[in-house]
Structure formats: C-alpha cells, structure tokens
C-alpha cells in the first residue's frame, strides 16, 4: 500500500462491540483477568502496553517500512531509550552539530556510562579513524538541525557494517514521507513525534522504529517499559488521528519551504539560504538520491550580523517567534540563541518552520521584514 493509504489505515481498528469507526480512547490503566487467569487481548497494565499506544505503534512501524516500533513521552524519551539500553562502556559516534537537546543529553547524563565523540560524520576518514574496539552505535540526523546539512545514509551503513557497529537515524526533520532510513539499511529510526507527526504544536512524543527484532531491540522494550517514559492513550489518540493527514501536510510544507527557498535565495539582503531542495545546496545530489521530498524546514543568513538577524525577526508578524517546527503555522527562530554558548551556529542565521499557510503571504511578511 501506498504512503496516504497506511497513514489512514494502520492506526486504526473499528470497535467491534459498539461498531464506532474509530478507534476509542482507552483509559483505563488496567485490564480484567478471564476465568482461565488470561486477558482477552493480552492487555495487562498500561504501562507494559495499551490499545491507543499500539495503534500508533502499528501505523509508525508500516510508515517506516520497519517490523516493530516504541512509542515514547518525548524525543528525548526516545533517544534516552537509545542510550540507556547500551552496555555501559559503549562508545558512540555522533555528529558534531546533533540535536543540541541529545548532545546534552550525553553530555550531562551519561558522561562517565557512555563514551562519545562528536565529529564531522560525513568525512568518511574521519569517521573511520573514530571507530574504536568498543564502539557500538553510529547516530546520524539528516537533514541536520539548524544547517540542513544531508548525511549520506548509505554511505555511512557502509562503514558501520564493515566494523559491525549500528546505526540510529534521527528522522525528525524528514519524516517517512521525505526519507526512510531503515530501507537504505539503518537499523534503527528515531523521531521527536512532537514534531510533524503531532503537527499541530500541541503534544510531545517521541518514536523508535526498527529493523528487526534483535536482542538489543528487546532491550530497548525493556527500557521503554520499565522505565516508562510512554506517552499517555489521549497522546497516543492524538498522534494517530494527526498522522492521517502526514503526507498531505509534508507535502504542502514541502511545496511551501521550496518556493520560501527561491524567493529568499534571489533576495540581495539574504546571504545564505540552506535547503537541500535548491541546487545551490552542496548536497543536493545525495538529498536528491536518498529522499522523495526535502522538508519543511529551512534556514538562511541574513547580511550582517547578530542585531541585522534580531531586527528582521523582530519585524515579521506572520511568524511566530518561537522554537520548534512541524506545525501549521510558520515559526522563525534566533538559533544560535537558544543553543547557548557553546553553539557552532553563525549568529546570523534564522530557521524557519515553514507552515501551511499561502506562500503569497509568507513570502509579502518576509518581504517587508527584509525591506523595511
Ligand atoms: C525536537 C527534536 C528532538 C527532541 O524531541 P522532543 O520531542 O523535543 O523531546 C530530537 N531531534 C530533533 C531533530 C528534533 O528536532
């Protein structure tokens, strides 16, 4: 089946008792026992498993092209999930310029458990010369966050399986409807469901989707349901309900971020534009090979500096300024002030969540932001 037709259809069950078309929300944190001690459904507890979470486990797990998928309470949850089910010890590669929230994450959490190394991923030199005896997981986030730098996924699955370590893809930025990770051989997707899955700007989620059942998948299970960091039925109902309309809304925002792309990267008060969908981009051929579609989220330079940057932003008033993307509406933000100090961002750079509002409009308001 195609994308639209899973997005609809693989997270949803009509209720045989009363015959409602969708799917109804279950509360109820525990399940009754049958005569024979069994439960009807296997349901238990719902923290170990529960309609809603399955649901949206199912329509992830077919979306990705994977076996199995996790549900988590954030993205964070999820790659925590990540980190936690590695044995102690364990050394990860990672790129230098990751989700600043993960970066911290390993930083601050697991400084002293995990080892790590942040590096510029897409040197395959560099990354070989990083490859230690106790390394275990490579991760890679393209298109990467706030420079849309493109990753060549295959390329780096083939370092990875010739020293036998994994590879855990952060898709949050493509969606499945943009890239699938696991079918060019990654073997694990992750995603802050928050995002363009949720895509309205009102839940927080996060997803894990893999490959094959292997041990350290069952791990992963184990940590999603001991630790339990799981996303409650009334999120799990959201998330599925606005995941019916994924593929139209990415493509809408695609269509959207390239004409946004276009207009900017011909503007003479823009420096720089960063979108793997403009030729210009320097990798716009690997974008082009490994994904349908590129996204809903740009950035660009503006001329000057840090105070030219605040004073476009400043000036916009269809843009909310705020952080995050994948929503509806567009949202601009200073990034380089929200990673703080130790940020590789240029300080001239704003990243946009380019929304499902008319491009007409979003482009007069950055007009009149750059003009005035
Ligand atoms: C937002 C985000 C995360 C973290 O997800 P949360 O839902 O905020 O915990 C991870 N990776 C990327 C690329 C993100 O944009």
Avoid at 88 to 95: D, E, L, M, N
Avoid at 253 to 258: F, G, P, S
Wanted: hydrophobic content about 40%.
């Amino acid at each position: 089946m195609k994308t639209e037709t899973i997005a609809i259809h693989a997270g949803n069950t009509t209720d045989h008792t009363t015959g409602a078309v969708i799917q109804p929300i279950t509360m109820s944190t525990t399940f009754e026992r049958m005569e024979d001690e069994n439960y009807r459904e296997g349901y238990v507890y719902s923290r170990s498993a529960n309609p809603n979470r399955k649901a949206l486990e199912n329509v992830l797990t077919a979306l990705e092209g994977g076996i199995d998928a996790a549900a988590f309470s954030s993205g964070n949850a999820a790659g925590m999930a990540v980190f936690q089910s590695l044995t102690p010890g364990t050394h990860i590669i990672a790129p230098d310029d990751m989700y600043h929230g993960l970066r911290n994450q390993l930083k601050q959490l697991f400084a002293g458990i995990l080892e790590f190394d942040f590096i510029d991923i897409d040197d395959a030199d560099v990354l070989k010369a990083h490859i230690k005896p106790n390394t275990g997981l490579i991760w890679i986030e393209t298109p990467s966050n706030p420079l849309l730098k493109i990753t060549d996924i295959k390329k780096i699955v083939a370092v990875a399986k010739q020293y036998d370590v994994k590879v855990v893809c952060d898709n949050t930025f493509a969606t499945p409807i943009c890239q699938q990770p696991l079918r060019l051989g990654a073997d694990l997707v992750m995603h802050s469901t928050t995002k363009y899955f949720g895509g309205h700007s009102d839940l927080m989620g996060g997803a894990l989707i893999t490959a094959d059942k292997s041990e350290w998948w069952q791990k992963i299970r184990q940590v999603q349901e001991m630790g339990g960091a799981i996303p409650s039925p009334m999120d799990c109902y959201y998330l599925v309900r606005s995941i019916k309309t994924l593929p139209y809304r990415v493509k809408g925002h695609m269509q959207n971020a390239q004409l946004l792309a276009e207009f900017l990267n011909t503007h003479p008060a823009v420096d720089q534009v960063l979108y793997p969908g403009l030729a210009s981009h320097p990798n716009h051929d690997i974008a082009k090979d490994q994904m349908t579609g590129f996204g809903g989220v740009l950035s660009f330079c503006v001329q000057g500096d840090r105070d030219d940057a605040h004073r476009v932003i400043n000036k916009l008033k269809l843009f909310t300024k705020a952080t995050s993307l994948g929503g509806v509406e567009s949202l601009i933000e200073h990034r380089a002030t929200i990673e703080g100090p130790d940020t590789k961002t240029p300080f001239n750079l704003l990243r946009v969540s380019v929304g499902l509002e008319h491009i007409d409009d979003l482009i007069a308001d950055l007009q009149q932001a750059l003009e005035s």
